[in-house]
C-alpha cells in the first residue's frame, strides 16, 4: 500500500524521491515502527552478481529503501558508472548510503582511495566502510589499525562532498583482550570527526557483551548498524531470518534510536531457503517491528 501511494506520487509530480524519504525517517523519528530501513547487499551475494539491476528491483518491491553495497568482482557499483547507478536507484526508489571497500588496498595506495572516493561521491553515497580487518594480536597492532583509520578518514572527510569513513566491526573486537575491549580502544583513539562506527548487533552480542549497555556508552559514535539475528549450535552461531534467533532487537533498537542512529540495515549470511525468501521474511519483520 505504501508503494503505491509512493508510485502515485511520484508519478503526479507531488512528491521527490527524496521528499519520499525525509516524510518516512520523519515518521521514524517519532518512534513507532519503522518505515525507512535497508539492506546490505552482501545477504544476496549468491544471486546479485548475475543480475545486479534486476535483484536490486526485487528488494525494493520488499520494501528496503536503502542499500548498503559491498566491493564483489565488479566493484561496489555492480559494473555501473557513478551516475548510472545513482538514475537506476532513483527510478526504484532506493538510496544507496553506504558501501564495505577494499580498505587495506586503499589504504596502502592513494590513488586507489581517490578512485573510491569519486566513486562513491558520483554515486551519491554517504559512507565508505572498512567491512572486517580481523583480530589484532598485540596493543601496538591495535593502535596501527587506529592510526590508519585516522590517516583514512582525513582523506575522505577531505574529499569535500560530506563522505564519511567508518568501520564496520566483527565479534573479535568485541571479545575482551588483556581485560580490555579493542572496539572500545578504537572508539578512544580515533578522531570523530574523521572516523565513524557501524554498529553489527549480532556479532557485538555473539561476542558476550550488552549491547544496549554498549549503546548507552558510546552511541553517538555509531551512525550505521546492521540488524541480523542468531542462535547457537553449541559453540557455534547459525545466523537466522529475523526473529527467528534470540537478539533482543525492541530494546536494542530502541536504544539505538535515542543514541541517535541514522541508518538501519538488515543483513543475514545464512538462509533457511534461499536468500531472497529471506530477504522477504526479514523485510516484513522490519515493517512489523515496533520499539
Not at 521527490?16 to 517519532?30: E, F, N, P
Not at 548475475?50 to 529503501?65: H, I, S
Request: with cysteine; net charge positive; aromatic share 10%.
Amino acid at each position: 500500500m505504501q508503494s503505491t501511494r509512493r508510485d502515485f506520487l511520484k508519478q503526479a509530480g507531488l512528491l521527490s524521491a527524496g521528499a519520499v524519504a525525509l516524510s518516512s525517517s520523519l515518521t521514524d523519528a517519532v518512534g513507532g515502527s519503522f518505515r525507512t530501513y535497508g539492506l546490505q547487499l552482501y545477504s544476496v551475494r549468491d544471486v546479485l552478481p548475475n543480475d545486479p539491476k534486476g535483484v536490486m528491483t526485487q528488494l525494493a518491491k520488499m520494501g528496503y529503501k536503502q542499500f548498503e553495497s559491498y566491493q564483489g568482482q565488479q566493484g561496489f557499483l555492480w559494473g555501473m558508472e557513478p551516475a548510472a547507478m545513482k538514475s537506476f536507484l532513483d527510478g526504484i526508489g532506493v538510496r544507496m548510503v553506504s558501501t564495505h571497500f577494499d580498505f587495506k588496498g586503499a589504504s596502502e595506495n592513494p590513488d586507489t582511495l581517490s578512485k573510491y572516493i569519486d566513486m562513491a561521491n558520483g554515486a551519491g553515497l554517504k559512507y565508505l566502510l572498512c567491512p572486517y580487518i580481523g583480530p589484532q594480536k598485540t596493543w601496538d597492532d591495535w593502535k596501527r589499525v587506529a592510526d590508519n583509520f585516522n590517516r583514512v578518514g582525513e582523506a575522505v572527510r577531505n574529499s569535500g562532498a560530506g563522505l564519511k569513513f567508518g568501520y564496520h566491526n566483527h565479534d573479535y573486537s568485541f571479545r575482551t583482550q588483556d581485560g580490555k575491549l579493542p572496539q572500545e580502544y578504537l572508539l578512544a583513539n580515533t578522531d570523530p570527526l574523521n572516523v565513524m562506527f557501524e554498529l553489527d548487533m549480532c556479532w557485538s552480542e555473539a561476542a558476550g557483551q550488552n549491547t544496549v549497555d554498549h549503546l548507552k556508552k558510546h552511541g553517538s559514535r555509531y551512525e550505521l548498524c546492521h540488524i541480523k539475528d542468531y542462535k547457537r549450535e553449541g559453540t557455534k552461531v547459525v545466523q537466522q531470518n529475523l526473529g527467528e534467533g534470540i537478539v533482543n532487537y525492541k530494546a536494542i533498537l530502541k536504544q539505538a534510536r535515542k543514541s541517535g542512529m541514522k541508518y538501519f540495515l538488515v543483513e543475514q549470511e545464512e538462509y533457511p531457503k534461499s536468500p531472497l525468501a529471506s530477504m522477504e521474511v526479514d523485510s516484513t519483520y522490519m515493517k512489523m517491528l515496533k520499539v
